[in-house]
């Protein structure tokens, strides 16, 4: 019952986003200006951004190094493929669950250690994103366009992944007094047997946290997190000259890939149909872009974008026998998959 009342609501959400991006565009508009779009920008933009998920493939394996060793590249591309296939097409958010998951099924990793690898890269993505957007912000002119809405949302935002990359800082500096504390509490609260369990998991997510403990492990973190999100950019800024869009430049698609990052973490339906609309018009219409144009290459680099990736996810979960029950249940042996 909870899970359809979730579905419901993101399917109200993703449905006023619509609504709010659509608005004043007309169905011929739209279309003229998606014909008249270039079509090899377009597939530019479309290889782009699926060579995206090559490079975060990559840089997970500076991630898990310290907690899973070296694991082969065709196992992270696999699970980062099905990962983000779920968040396209399944709901509930699974798309991360399912990524660790995946891994977990196909090498012998912990699920908290690889559910904690992806709490950190969340967390580099949203300091990159941050620091990548500033000066795209004044460059480009959008902080005197800006509405002061949006710029303090912003500035919530830097504020927020500030917070959580001390917070996660200080768990790993301190793990032992956090998990001698947790244990404390789990027993009073529970069997020892259930308590004992939940600490052991504790440990593991926490030992995932690996590369915030290590400086040099973080740096290279770091530097592969600038180098996706910004062959990411590159991806939009393809898709901006395939429609003919040219006032906000390279800087203008760093300013959308941020507002597209936050907008996409709102509760919506899969693929976040409505929210990456939106973020696109708002972020665009800074640049005094008529509304017809936005909405139609967000709707084409969108649409485009999402085919490939889902493809890729559906064909690998076939291949490694992973079905969608899995993931509600999380504990399954990981069975021999060739690389």
């Known amino acids: 019952m909870r899970s359809r009342i979730t579905v419901l609501i993101g399917v109200l959400i993703s449905v006023a986003f619509l609504f709010y991006a659509l608005r004043d565009v007309s169905a011929r508009e739209l279309l003229r200006y998606l014909g008249e779009a270039d079509p090899w920008l377009l597939i530019a933009a479309t290889v782009v951004a699926t060579l995206t998920f090559h490079l975060r493939a990559i840089r997970w394996r500076t991630l898990l190094r310290t907690s899973a060793g070296s694991l082969p590249f065709g196992s ?52 990159v994103l941050m620091v990548l957007l500033v000066p795209a912000f004044f460059l480009g002119g959008v902080d005197q366009a800006a509405p002061g809405t949006l710029r303090d949302l912003f500035t919530v935002a830097v504020i927020l992944v500030s917070l959580s990359l001390v917070t996660f800082g200080l768990l790993v500096r301190f793990p032992g007094r956090f998990l001698s504390l947790a244990a404390k509490w789990l027993h009073r609260l529970g069997p020892d047997r259930v308590a004992d369990s939940v600490t052991g998991i504790l440990a593991a997510f926490v030992d995932g946290l690996g590369a915030l403990r290590h400086a040099h492990v973080f740096a290279r973190a770091m530097l592969w997190s600038f180098a996706v999100w910004g062959w990411n950019a590159l991806s939009f800024y393809l898709g901006f000259l395939a429609f003919d869009i040219h006032g906000p430049g390279f800087e203008g698609a ?79 042996a990981p069975p021999e998959v060739s690389e």
């Not at 998951?101 to 690889?114: D, M, T």
């Not at 509760?267 to 609309?277: A, I, L, V």
């Not at 974008?305 to 399954?332: D, Q």
């Open 254 to 332: 760093l300013v959308l890939q941020t507002t597209i990052g936050f907008a996409v973490a709102i509760p919506s339906t899969p693929g976040f149909f409505g929210p990456f609309e939106t973020a696109a018009r708002v972020a665009l219409e800074l640049h005094q872009i008529e509304p017809a144009r936005i909405i139609s290459f967000a709707a084409g680099y969108h649409i485009l974008t999402f085919i490939p990736i889902t493809v890729l996810g559906i064909w690998y979960m076939r291949r490694l026998g992973i079905s969608r029950k899995e993931f509600g249940r999380g504990k399954v």
């Open 76 to 127: 992270r591309y696999a699970a980062v493929c099905i990962g983000f296939m779920a968040n396209n097409l399944l709901p509930s958010r699974l798309g991360e669950f399912a990524r660790a998951y995946s891994l977990s099924r196909i090498e012998p990793v912990p699920l908290s250690s690889a559910l904690a690898s992806l709490v950190v890269e969340r967390l580099l993505d949203g300091v």
